[in-house]
């Protein structure tokens, strides 16, 4: 079974920037799908981004240009490096995991997700 731990969250002034990193453990993690979400007070949960095992991003439009993911297979990280940020940013950001065929406008197609990791952005 594949664990994942996020960290990378914090407080940050509007146009600042992010990077999010989800250590996944357990087998076969190369082989898995690995994606993004966020969930506002209030909002349901939302995609950001993917990656398959071979490293090809797919976006959402919540991305909106702002955001980049990236996995590095050897370290088994999940990376989503975000900018230009803006207050309605703002939410719990989790990584998740799921079959190759999973995408981040599917939450649903995630099984495996992490604990989440706190983004705040004010002034």
């Known amino acids: 079974q594949v664990q994942l731990v996020e960290s990378g969250g914090g407080s940050v002034q509007p146009g600042g920037s992010l990077r999010l990193s989800c250590v996944a453990s357990g087998r076969l993690v190369s082989s898995y799908t690995l994606g993004w979400f966020r969930q506002a007070p209030g909002n349901e949960r939302e995609g950001i981004a993917s990656?398959?095992?071979?490293?090809?991003?797919s976006y959402t439009d919540s991305a909106k240009g702002r955001f980049t993911i990236s996995r590095d297979n050897a370290k088994n990280t999940l990376y989503l490096r975000m900018n230009n940020l803006k207050p309605e940013d703002t939410a719990v950001y989790y990584c998740?995991?799921?079959?190759?065929?999973?995408?981040?406008?599917?939450?649903?197609?995630?099984?495996?997700w992490g604990q989440g990791t706190q983004v705040t952005v004010s002034s």
């Open positions: 990656v398959d095992g071979d490293g090809n991003p």
């Open positions: 998740a995991a799921g079959p190759f065929y999973s995408d981040a406008a599917a939450p649903g197609d995630f099984k495996i």
